[in-house]
T-cell receptor, first 115, second 112 residues
Framework: AQKVTQAQTEISVVEKEDVTLDCVYE???????LFWYKQPPSGELVFLIRRNSFDEQNEISGRYSWNFQKSTSSFNFTITASQVVDSAVYFC????????????FGQGTELSVKP | DVKVTQSSRYLVKRTGEKVFLECVQD?????MFWYRQDPGLGLRLIYFSYDVKMKEKGDIPEGYSVSREKKERFSLILESASTNQTSMYLC???????????FGPGTRLTVL
């Protein structure tokens, strides 16, 4: 079965704190893709990153970084020096070919960054 | 920039009405998707389409149908709306099936 689990339903931090959003996935496929999306209060999901299963290199983009570890089936997302504008719901998602190319989303983590 | 637009941001309908939700993308993407989003459940796929006039059921197709007569337009139809279809509906498109999906702003549908 394919599944994505985001165990943290809500996280609240104070501005400038670092915060890590956890994502654990399940799949038996060897080829798959992992994604993170941000959904601000406006409602539109914004694509953040796509990672394929053969590339375990960590990635950094400004204050955002991602840690992909196949050994623990995790794809965690860290925001460094958080800002109020980072407040949003963040979704992790999995795509495998055995699912016909369908995205499987986690339940989402609502991040609240307070000034 | 990819633009995915949805016909309405908010919609209120009555039980039993036929409801059309329209989605248009302007980047010539092959693939289009309809999701519904409910608190605590994340996004769940209703239907998707890999080509014009082609459709595939997602995880929760019951009570819905779709139409894709043109490449850029993907419509979601609720034949007879029910209160349990009150939800946020999100449309998305992608160039290939393993690429990132781009989402529209969503339609918040309330069925009374």
């Amino acid at each position: 079965a394919q599944k994505v689990t985001q165990a943290q339903t809500e996280i609240s931090v104070v501005e400038k704190e670092d915060v890590t959003l956890d994502c654990v996935y399940e799949t038996r496929d060897t080829t798959y893709y992992l994604f993170w999306y941000k959904q601000p209060p406006s409602g539109e999901l914004v694509f953040l990153i796509r990672r394929n299963s053969f590339d375990e290199q960590n990635e950094i983009s400004g204050r955002y970084s991602w840690n992909f570890q196949k050994s623990t089936s995790s794809f965690n997302f860290t925001i460094t020096a958080s800002q109020v504008v980072d407040s949003a719901v963040y979704f992790c998602a999995l795509l495998t070919y055995n699912q016909g190319g369908k995205l499987i989303f986690g339940q989402g983590t609502e991040l609240s960054v307070k000034p | 920039d990819v633009k995915v637009t949805q016909s309405s941001r908010y919609l209120v309908k009555r039980t039993g009405e036929k409801v059309f939700l329209e989605c248009v993308q302007d980047m010539d993407h092959e693939n289009m998707f309809w999701y519904r989003q409910d608190p605590g459940l994340g996004l769940r796929l209703i239907y998707f389409s890999y080509d014009v006039k082609m459709k595939e059921k997602g995880d929760i197709p019951e009570g819905y149908s779709v139409s894709r007569e043109k490449k850029e337009r993907f419509s979601l139809i609720l034949e007879s709306a029910s209160t349990n279809q009150t939800s946020m509906y999100l449309c998305a498109s992608s160039v290939f099936s393993d690429n990132e999906q781009f989402f529209g702003p969503g339609t918040r549908l309330t069925v009374l």
